[in-house]
C-alpha cells in the first residue's frame, strides 16, 4: 500500500513492545519500503470502543484504491466477511498506533544479521525477540494517521 509493506503488531502491554516471530519477519518484500505499525490496545466495553470487524472495514476504506489487493490478502490470512459478525470483543487504543520505518537503523534480527554475526549462520534457527519501541523515533505515518483506530 502507498509503496510500501506494512508488517502490523498489535499488543496489550503497556509498553510498546512486540514479538518477532523471526529472522524473516522484518525483512523487506517485493523491494519495497518496509513499515512496523505498531498499535497498543485494551480490551473495554462502550461506546467509545470497536472490534476487529470495524477495524477491517476502516482499512478498507482508508486502502479504497487498492481494495482488491487488501480483500486477498485478508483472505490468505483467514479473514472472511463471515467474521463481521463475530463477537472478538471489543478493544480502544491505548495509546495512538504508530509507524516506524524498518531500516538499517531499526533494532531487528535478520538472516543477514545472522550470517554477519556467525561463520554458520545455517545452524540458527528459531529465532523470536520481543523489540521494545517506546525509546524509538516514529517515522511520517502513511496509513496510520489522525483518526486511526477511532
Keep these: 500500500l502507498h509503496g510500501a509493506s506494512f508488517e502490523?503488531?498489535?499488543?496489550?502491554?503497556?509498553?510498546?513492545?512486540?514479538?518477532?516471530?523471526?529472522e524473516h519477519q522484518l525483512e523487506p518484500t517485493l523491494n519495497s519500503e518496509l513499515r512496523l505499525v505498531s498499535i497498543q490496545m485494551v480490551k473495554v466495553t462502550g461506546s467509545d470502543c470497536w472490534g476487529l470487524p470495524a477495524l477491517?472495514?476502516?482499512?478498507?476504506?482508508?486502502?479504497?484504491?487498492q481494495s482488491e489487493s487488501l480483500r486477498r490478502k485478508l483472505s490468505d490470512a483467514g479473514w472472511s466477511a463471515n467474521h463481521s459478525q463475530?463477537?472478538?470483543g471489543t478493544w480502544k487504543l491505548s495509546n495512538p498506533a504508530l509507524e516506524f520505518i524498518?531500516?538499517?537503523?531499526?533494532?531487528?534480527?535478520?538472516?543477514?544479521?545472522?550470517?554477519?554475526?556467525s561463520s554458520s549462520p545455517e545452524l540458527i534457527s528459531d529465532v523470536s525477540y520481543i523489540v521494545h519501541l517506546d525509546q524509538y523515533l516514529?517515522?511520517?505515518?502513511?496509513?496510520?494517521?489522525?483518526?486511526?483506530?477511532?
Excluded at 477491517?56 to 486502502?63: H, I, K, N, R, S
Excluded at 516514529?138 to 477511532?150: A, K, N, R
Design 56 to 65: 477491517v472495514a476502516q482499512l478498507e476504506d482508508t486502502c479504497q484504491t
Design 86 to 88: 463475530a463477537p472478538f
Design 102 to 117: 524498518v531500516n538499517g537503523q531499526f533494532p531487528r534480527v535478520t538472516t543477514a544479521h545472522l550470517a554477519e554475526a
Design 8 to 22: 502490523v503488531k498489535t499488543t496489550r502491554s503497556p509498553e510498546r513492545k512486540h514479538h518477532i516471530a523471526n
Design 138 to 150: 516514529p517515522s511520517d505515518p502513511l496509513i496510520v494517521g489522525e483518526g486511526f483506530g477511532q
